[in-house]
């Protein structure tokens, strides 16, 4: 099995560059290795495959965690890492970053190498837009996983045109400038340019009689339900991916998706640290002394725990399987118990009286711990 190179070698950044960095690097080398610069050319079409699978990651906060902890293996088995088919996945997937070439213009994949004009053209329609919320939830919602109901406001196709921009009757034509490339040529000295046709705006078709409704956008905004699924053990951060719940792109094209902003409220029992819990216990100095057994809540009931003898103040029990459950893979994080000390502020006399003849056996019976310290203040002090 070959070995797979590093994402970050591949697109030539370091391993703490920002997300624009990334960005940058990738559009560079996509540019240079693109199949349209390099026809025929089968070292190139690797390249450039590879450089959208680097980027596919590392372009993805959830995913280049999970790099940059396990390497191939954790975006593969856990993340849906995986490399393209073909060139037009690749061009669906982020096209878009390459920015727009003008209002309704393609990418600039469109203005230098002709993919939608050159390449079958009027059949590529653009992807819609992407849409972000945020979500709050508990911390026993994030460990058992919960459903949330959210209204979004979004761009739906039109109910009068459907989509296509035009009034009842008709229907686009195809663009008299271009005649349906989406691009025309210019030749300048010894150079042909193609650049989106400034008539159509990139679209190959124009509408002659828009729709009185949308007034030809095709589209008209609309408040929508949906139902999101949050799997346990989320964590605040965790960006959930709903396919197709965007806005439709311009002329029927498809849609965008709906990125889910996880935000997991504090809780007040227990710290979250990554898949483990935190819980804090306050015992009595006695108990630590002799040894008890307490009652400690969990995310799922009660358990028991058992405190042995001469337990010192902010010692760490860890209940192993007792923490959040881990959202990508199998299994869960673990309880961490620290007892603390619980020092009383009011005495009954009883208790004052019992405490004074303790004291006065602990100053005639010297632990080793304490000799060891006097003795290093001796040492320090010269008496």
């Known amino acids: 099995m070959p070995t797979q190179r590093d994402y970050y070698e591949i697109l030539g950044v370091e ?8 960005k940058r690097a990738y559009r560079k080398r996509a540019m240079k290795f693109h199949p349209d610069r390099n026809p025929g050319d089968a070292e190139a079409e ?10 596919q990651i590392l372009s993805d906060d959830e ?34 970053i390459f920015g727009s070439a003008g209002q309704g213009g393609g990418s600039i994949f469109d203005e230098f190498f002709g993919f939608g004009g050159g ?38 196709n039109c ?21 349906g490339m989406r691009q025309v040529q210019q030749s300048q000295g010894f150079f042909s340019i193609r650049t989106t046709c400034p008539r159509c705006r990139g679209e190959g078709e124009v509408i002659e009689t828009p729709c009185k409704k949308c007034r030809g956008a095709g589209r008209e905004k609309a408040n929508r339900e949906i139902t999101v699924e949050i799997p346990p053990g989320v964590e605040t951060g965790t960006q959930l991916r709903i396919t197709g719940e965007g806005e439709p792109g311009p002329r029927g094209g498809p849609r965008g998706d709906l990125y889910v ?27 630590l002394t002799l040894g008890t057994s307490i009652d400690i809540p969990t995310l799922d009931g009660k358990a028991e725990l058992q405190i042995p003898k001469g337990t010192k103040s902010h010692r760490v029990f860890r209940l192993r399987g007792k923490g959040m459950p881990r959202l990508r893979g199998s299994g869960a994080g673990d ?11 009011k005495l009954t006399k009883r208790q004052e009286q019992l405490l004074k003849e303790l004291a006065e056996i602990e100053d005639k019976n010297v632990s080793a711990e304490q000799k060891s310290f006097l003795d ?3 040492d320090l002090f010269g008496s």
């Not at 459907?162 to 400038?177: E, F, K, N, R």
């Not at 935000?263 to 640290?273: K, L």
């Not at 309880?335 to 502020?345: H, Q």
């Open 46 to 55: 690797e390249k450039f495959k590879e450089a959208a699978e680097a980027y």
């Open 119 to 156: 390449r079958q053209a009027g059949a590529q329609r653009r992807r819609g837009a992407s849409l972000k919320c945020e979500i709050s939830i508990s911390l026993p919602e994030a460990a058992q996983g919960t459903k949330r109901t959210i209204q979004v406001t979004r761009a739906e």
């Open 63 to 96: 995913k280049r965690r999970m790099y940059d902890q396990y390497g191939h293996q954790g975006v593969n088995q856990n993340m849906g890492g995986r490399g393209f088919g073909s060139f037009e996945e690749i061009f669906s997937a982020f096209g878009d």
């Open 376 to 378: 290093k203040m001796k």
């Open 335 to 345: 309880l961490l118990v620290r007892t603390v000390a619980d020092t009383p502020k």
């Open 261 to 287: 902003f996880v935000v997991v409220e504090p809780h007040s029992v227990f710290e979250r640290q990554a898949d483990d819990l935190l819980l804090e216990v306050p015992v009595g100095f006695a108990k």
């Open 159 to 179: 109910g009068t045109c459907h989509g296509s921009g035009a009034a009842a009757g008709t229907s686009p034509s195809v663009c008299p400038y271009c005649h």
């Open 15 to 22: 391993r703490d560059s920002s997300s624009d960095d990334i």
